[in-house]
């Protein structure tokens, strides 16, 4: 198995990191921790550029804008708050709402003046850029929501989440109904991500395993285990069939075949 070559390393703080993000047209790393603070640094230089006290508990995600000078941060302080780099990282606007822990946001990459929220509460909610107040509530799960990611299929608009309550639900953004339930974990979904130019969706489990299923039919593709224990993350890399997993005991790059389903490991 070929080992991949460490290119940087840096220590941020104590406390766990959960969430790290490239802003690649500032050459930064924004990330964010369990000490409520976000920091970013030079991507070269690894110096700190700025550090934000930004929430009262742990942040569990970050959400780069993908033309405007924005951060979006969630936290267990049940808050989401968004950052304006060009003003000094003031942050600009408070999102209140939720009931629980916020575990993730995601801007709408079809309307960029839009993002989603999780929440342990079990709700999905739409958020407008300019509103401090949620434009609509999906009761989304019985259990908490874990994670969440926009996608189109046949040029609509969808939503998916991954839930304690081991489905992942894909979501049509605009009768805010669900059309299907992906159903099989065994375990807490932890992570989802459908793949840009693959027709697959991925999804990601305290089980140990990672499932692969189809964007049009939803069918199962295949179900992967890799011997690291649960899965934490996914993470794709543009114009290849290479993903990432983040595990309890590891980290592993997959070459994913859409076709079957299958794979062959490169760790």
Not at 27 to 43: E, K, P, S, T
Request: hydrophobic share 40%.
């Amino acid at each position: 198995m070929l080992r991949q070559k460490m290119e940087k390393s840096f220590k941020v703080t104590e406390s766990p990191v959960r969430s790290a993000k490239f802003i690649v047209r500032e050459n930064w790393i924004v990330v964010g921790a369990d000490d409520g603070l976000i920091r970013i640094y030079n991507f070269d230089t690894m110096e700190i550029v700025k550090e934000i006290e930004a929430h009262t508990d742990f942040i569990r995600s970050l959400a780069i804008h993908p033309t405007l000078p924005y951060v979006l941060s969630s936290s267990d302080d049940k808050l989401i708050k968004l950052w304006d780099w060009e003003k000094a990282w003031i942050c600009s606007r408070v999102f209140e709402g939720h009931e629980h822990y916020v575990m993730q946001v995601a801007f709408n990459p079809k309307d960029l003046n839009t993002f989603a929220s999780a929440s342990l509460d079990g709700t999905l909610k739409i958020w407008n850029l300019d509103s401090g107040s949620a434009n609509f509530t999906l009761d989304a799960h019985s259990k908490g929501v874990n994670c969440i990611e926009h996608f189109m299929a046949a040029d609509k608009p969808l939503l998916i989440s991954g839930s304690d309550d081991y489905t992942a639900k894909v979501w049509d953004y605009e009768t805010k109904r669900c059309v299907q339930t992906l159903e099989g974990h065994t375990n807490n979904v932890t992570a989802i991500t459908v793949h840009p130019e693959l027709p697959i969706i991925i999804t990601c489990s305290e089980d140990r395993t990672v499932r692969v299923w189809d964007t049009t039919s939803y069918r199962l593709e295949n179900t992967l285990e890799y011997g690291l224990e649960r899965v934490w993350s996914v993470a794709y890399m543009k114009n290849s069939s290479k993903v990432v997993f983040g595990c309890d005991k590891g980290t592993i790059m997959v070459k994913i075949s859409s076709s079957q389903g299958s794979d062959s490991t490169n760790v």
